[in-house]
């Protein structure tokens, strides 16, 4: 990889994303010699830190994520600094600006700047503001400036375009990095290969051979230690407007005509927009709100949602949905898309499940007894990281006998490579200035506009705790998602 010089300056480095997941991903990236040969990391936060304490910090970070190794950390300290900044204060930003073009010249990092906010959303409008203001987001010949934003993107439509606006009142669109980790994990970024780089899916791909297809990201681990956003933000905001709505274009698309960032986007767009609007005058139809009750998880006792740290005791957040949608296009007209996930639940399981229709017409139901299983193909995304297709095969017998078997491709079983974790993935293709991986603020209006009817209906109904249904932590949620997709059980417990 041929990385530019480049100086990532991370807002919010005393906090805890950046001591849990991105520093320990910036080490091993270095650690494994991915980082390009000049590059410097500029920690800046309201904490009185210098130099010093700031590398012993990150030291620590290293450590605990048990990645440690002495000669890659002696190589990469002298390159971490920190400058102290108050996010709302102008003269702050001009010292860290002055910072910058000291580190420049001593380091020869050739004006390339990352920005990178670890910080809580509600202050990304003023870094992003503070930021145009001093010069910082303009790019000067070949140098870069960049922004690199975690969701949430916004809490609606609305939020979502106010603040796309005062991003873009500083950077354009091709500076902006809108982070979605899940398409940074291999067998994520898989699904298009074994779609679009295999000629024999395709044509089968559409309504007149699959009968549904059910986008599954289940979590046995509960609201840890995030009540105070999760808690405003529920499954719908956390899980939906992001991850699951990119597995459903992933899983959905048209082929692009090459496999360049954009091309990619306007067909996951594209598919957005033929997503039907919410039937909502039929209120809970295709949705299931649930939340969880104690119960038991890894043989141990946890306790309901509402007795949580910090989680409001009469709290109507979901922690589990499942949503029924469809596709209007010729491809997808009438199939069900069943978008489920919620927290501690039995155990984790992401995977996409594309269920093929029965048999025309089964010619063995005189002679055999058992029950033709229609093809299953299943991908699995985390912990299970595989392909599995299923389909039906005679046994050896001196009687007919038919059972279900698989073809099994684990991604364990592939050729040993350099695997980079989630987190390393996007800082490089950050630096690389590719946005493949990253959202599209097209992408986020689409998707906020297909959810937020429904968030508005669940939250000014004033009946949802009707809807809201109650499920043991440890279950696979409401009883009531069965009714309304009576596969998912199978789907998320099959093993692969
Ligand atoms: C995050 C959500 O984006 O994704 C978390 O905020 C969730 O609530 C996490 O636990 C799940 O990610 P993964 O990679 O563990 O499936």
Redesign the pocket.
């Given at each position: 990889l041929n990385l530019p010089p480049c100086a990532i300056v991370i807002f919010g480095a005393s906090g805890d994303l950046t001591a849990r997941k991105l520093f320990p991903a910036l080490f091993s990236l270095h650690r494994s010699g991915h980082f390009p040969e000049s590059f410097v990391i500029l920690g800046c936060s309201r904490s009185e830190l210098d130099d010093d304490q700031f590398r012993a910090r990150m030291r620590e970070a290293v450590e605990r994520s048990g990645d440690f190794e002495r000669q890659a950390w002696e190589t990469m300290a002298p390159r971490l600094y920190y400058q102290q900044v108050s996010y709302e204060d102008a003269a702050g930003y001009a010292a860290l600006a002055a910072r910058l073009d000291d580190i420049d010249r001593v380091q020869g990092t050739r004006g390339n700047r990352l920005f990178y906010l670890a910080v809580p959303p509600t202050l990304y409008e003023t870094i992003a503001a503070c930021l145009g203001e001093t010069g910082l987001a303009v790019e000067h010949g070949e140098s870069f400036s960049r922004i690199v934003v975690e969701?949430p993107f916004g809490h609606d439509l609305r939020s979502a375009q106010a603040l796309d606006a005062i991003l873009h009142r500083s950077f354009g669109e091709p500076q902006v990095f809108r982070i979605?980790?899940?398409l940074a994990?291999e067998t994520v970024q898989n699904i298009l290969m074994f779609r679009f780089a295999n000629a024999i899916f395709e044509p089968v791909w559409n309504r007149n051979h699959i009968d549904y297809i059910s986008v599954i990201?289940a979590?046995n681990?509960g609201?840890?230690h995030?009540a105070g956003y999760?808690d405003k933000?529920g499954v719908l905001r956390?899980?939906f407007q992001?991850?699951m709505m990119q597995l459903l274009a992933l899983a959905a698309m048209d082929a692009p005509t090459c496999f360049h960032a954009d091309r990619v986007r306007d067909e996951k767009v594209r598919l957005y927009r033929g997503l039907k609007p919410f039937e909502v005058a039929d209120e809970f139809k295709d949705l299931v709100l649930g939340q969880y009750g104690p119960g038991m998880i890894d043989g141990k006792h946890v306790v309901a949602y509402r007795d949580e740290k910090g989680v409001d005791p009469r709290s109507l957040t979901p922690t589990f949905a499942m949503i029924r949608a469809f596709v209007d296009n010729w491809r997808w007209k009438g199939v069900p898309f069943f978008l489920t996930s919620g927290?501690r639940l039995a155990r984790?399981a992401?995977r996409i499940v594309v269920q093929f229709k029965d048999v025309p017409h089964s010619m063995l139901h005189e002679v055999a007894q058992e029950r033709l299983e229609a093809n299953q193909l299943v991908f699995g995304?985390?912990p299970d990281e595989v392909i599995h297709m299923s389909f039906m095969a005679k046994l050896p017998a001196p009687r007919l006998c038919l059972r279900p078997v698989v073809m099994h491709y684990g991604f364990d079983d592939a050729e040993p490579g350099p695997r980079l974790e989630?987190y390393e993935k996007v800082l490089l293709d950050c630096i690389l200035g590719d946005h493949m991986l990253f959202w599209r603020q097209d992408g986020v209006e689409q998707t906020w506009g297909f959810l937020t009817p429904i968030l508005e209906m669940c939250e000014t109904c004033g009946e949802l705790e009707r809807h809201l249904h109650s499920y043991p932590a440890g279950s696979w949620g409401p009883e009531r998602a069965v009714a309304l997709h009576p596969g998912f059980a199978r789907d998320v417990s099959m093993k692969t």
């Open positions: 969701k979605d980790h899940y994990k990201a979590e681990l609201v840890e995030r999760y933000a956390d899980m992001n991850h927290k984790k992401s995304i985390y989630a």
